[in-house]
Every structure is written in C-alpha cells, then in structure tokens.
C-alpha cells in the first residue's frame, strides 16, 4: 500500500472476453489490509493531568476504533511499568470503547489489541501515571534560648515520582505555617530538593507549631506534619528578707519558676551583682543558688539556662533598732556621799535625758555641760523653782559630758 494510515486499499480487476456472442465484462475487487494502520486510539476521557494524585485515583479510558476489521471487536490489558507481563481484563468485554481504571495505587499501562481484518494483531498503548503520595522527610524547628526573639521552621519535602515506574515527575509545593491552630504564614512555590522555610518573630513565640504540606499539581492533596513544641521560658526570682537589720547577715536565694508559678525543670547556674545607682555600675559578687550580705542595697541575679540568660533585681533595704542610728547615752553619779545630787534619767537614753534636781529647788540657777576635756558645750537656763529639766540627745555632742548645776554635778558618758 502507498499509504499505510489507511485501514485498506481496494484494487478493480476488469476481464473484457470477446466471442461468437460478442463482448462479456467480468470484474472483480481484491482488497488489501494495511497491517501498519493504527487500529484506534486510547486517551482519557476527560483528560486528566500529567498524572493521577492520591485525591483522583481512577481515570476513564476511552478507545475509538479505526482500522479494525469486521467484525470489530478488540481485548483490554493491563500491564506495570517495570516489564511485568500484559494482564487481560476480560471482565472489560471485546467491544467496549471505556474502561474505568479503579483505584490505582501505581501506574500502569493500559492497552487495546485488535486486529485489522487478516493481519497479524496490533497494540495500541497508553501509560496512566500515577504519582506517589505527598510526603515529607523531616520536620524541624529552633529558637533562640529563651524563645523570646525568633522561631525557624523547615520543612523538607520528598520529591515527586511516579509510583510502580521510580522516574521523577514536576511538582511545586505550598506549606502554610501554624502557631497553636492559628495560621501564621506561607512558603509558596517550592520545589525539592530545596527546602521550605519560615522565620517568625511575632511575640509570644512559645506553643506549637506544624506545617501543611500541599501539591500544586494535585489540587487538594495535602498532609500535615507532626507539631513540634516549646514551652515558655523559666524566670529567676530572688527570695529573701526585704531588709537586712543592724547589719546581721541574710541570704538570698535563686529560684526559677516557670511561669505562671510552676517549678522549672531546667538546671541552670546562677551568678550575683551588686548595681550601683549613683555610678550606675555592676560589681560581680559571686557565683552559686544564695549569696549571703550583711549591707542593703540593688542586687541582681542572673540566670543561666541552657543558655538562655536572663536577670532579677532585688531590693534589700536596711533596718536599725535604734531608727536613726544614735549612740546611747548613759549617765554615771559622781557626787560623794553626804551631797544633793542631781539625778538624770532615763539611763541610757535614746531621745532626751531629764535632770531632776532631789534637793532645794534651784534659784537663779544655769546648767552646764561640759566635755571631757572641761570645754564648756552648752549653758542652759534653769527656771526658778523647776525641779527637772528635760534635754535632748540630739543637742548633746558625741563622747562624754558633764552636767553642772547650781554647785552640783553629774557626768554624761555618751558616744
């Protein structure tokens, strides 16, 4: 045949025979069958993608005959794509023009054999593809220490192939990114084996994360990865006494709490500084949980765990039993036996001292004070006829002093 697309080609035969009756025309046909003529052809109907996806596992195969001969009849087969061998599916009949896959698994060629008349029988073929499920291989996250600055998520994604044949196929990907539920970004547009990733700094940034995975080739495919956490980080506090009285040692001490009020299961070490706020500068104490002080003052704790630093301030205040600081005064008799004494009480004192004249009332009468070294301090004007007098500490000066009044005296050790 000059044309082999052609099913057939017929060719007239004429026998002109000439006798005693005349002229006698027999013709005869003689049709040839083209035995390299396509017998149909097999697509999808309607056409699918590049490939099947786990969310579209069947496809519908449609056959149109072309050159086969009559009575028109052909068989369906199914065969894998690593060179098993053609399985007939005799439930498909021998003349129906569509053949629903099923559900399929991996891809597999599907093929129509038939005939075209007398010639030896002719396949026509057709490769459903179908691509292995969406997966990834790793799901990672890190943060910073403390998880209070960044989160990095990565996500790396298994390429795409085409299931039952290992060649590679086309595919995009897009993973949205999750915080405890709440979607929080997209990585668009990745292809493997490059990696999707997503830097995120929205505060707070502790709780859960994971990923959603999907195919941009198979519309509705997606898987979700497995959460990774972290957990908020813990807190130094220091524990102590808010004063530190008469100068008696106290001891603070380091504890972490993992808000709101829960023990923190981190080991951490833990350092102590002393800030002044006049020169604004820190000055390191020590290292340990306690640290043990005997002055007040702005002290800091600072924590360290797992790397994550973090600090406390502390307040210590300081206390007197004697609220401003002064110097007791106590009051020793030096009159001799037989005179009228002065007496001064309370003894020691605190606040004011009173001299209590025991005799005559004085008359035009002055005390005097004096040091140890006979100076006079202070001169003080006794009323006419007051048998007391009341002093104040505070106009007192510090050391020993004497009293003098009206020709009596009596001595005032004080500091």
């Known amino acids: 045949m000059q044309n082999d697309q052609l099913c057939y080609e017929d060719t007239f035969y004429t026998v002109k025979i000439t006798d005693a009756c005349g002229v006698h025309t027999c013709q005869a046909r003689i049709r040839l069958y083209s035995g390299l003529a396509p017998i149909g052809v097999l697509t999808m109907d309607p056409p699918e993608p590049p490939f099947l996806c786990a969310t579209n596992q069947d496809a519908t195969l449609k056959f149109t005959p072309t050159c086969i001969g009559s009575p028109q009849t052909w068989d369906w087969y199914q065969q894998d794509c690593i060179g098993g061998p ?92 999750y915080q405890n539920g709440f979607y929080i970004g997209t990585t668009p547009n990745v292809t493997p084996p490059n990696l999707a990733t997503f830097h995120y700094t929205t505060l707070p940034l502790y709780g859960s994360y994971f990923a959603v995975l999907k195919a941009d080739c198979c519309p509705g495919e997606a898987v979700t990865t497995y959460p990774i956490s972290f957990r908020q980080s813990c807190e130094p506090l220091v524990m102590g006494p808010c004063f530190v009285c008469d100068s008696v ?50 002290y800091i704790l600072e924590s360290d765990c797992y790397g994550c630093i973090k600090r ?30 002065l007496r001064v009480y309370p003894n020691p004192a605190s606040d004011v001292i009173t001299v209590e004249w025991l005799g005559e009332s004085p008359v035009n009468a002055n005390l005097n004070i004096v040091d140890l070294a006979g100076r006079l301090v202070r001169t003080i004007k006794v009323p006419d006829a007051a048998m007391q007098l009341t002093i104040s500490v505070d106009e007192l000066p510090s050391g020993d002093v004497f009293c003098a009044g009206a020709g009596r005296r009596a001595v005032v050790p004080g500091g």
């Open 249 to 298: 040692p106290v001891t603070l001490m380091a504890q972490m709490v993992l808000p709101p009020d829960d023990p923190c299961p981190d080991i951490c070490t833990f350092s102590w500084f002393y800030y002044d706020p006049i020169s604004q500068t820190e000055t390191p104490l020590g290292p340990g949980p306690t640290w043990t002080t005997n002055y007040g003052g702005c």
């Open 312 to 341: 406390d301030t502390f307040k210590l205040g300081e206390c007197y039993s004697n609220p401003c600081r002064r110097t007791f005064v106590s009051v020793e008799e030096l009159f001799t036996e037989g005179q009228i004494p």
């Open 86 to 177: 053609p399985v007939q599916l005799n439930d498909a009949g021998t003349a129906n023009g569509s053949l629903n896959t099923g559900q399929l698994n991996q891809s597999y060629y599907f093929s129509v054999i038939a005939a075209n008349d007398c010639c030896p029988p002719r396949q026509e073929q057709l490769l459903v593809e179908y691509k292995a499920p969406l997966a990834y291989l790793n799901f990672s996250a890190s943060a910073d220490p403390c998880v209070e600055q960044y989160v990095d998520l990565t996500l790396d994604i298994e390429p795409c192939k085409i299931e039952g044949c290992g060649t590679a196929c086309t595919c995009t990907y897009t993973v949205d990114w």
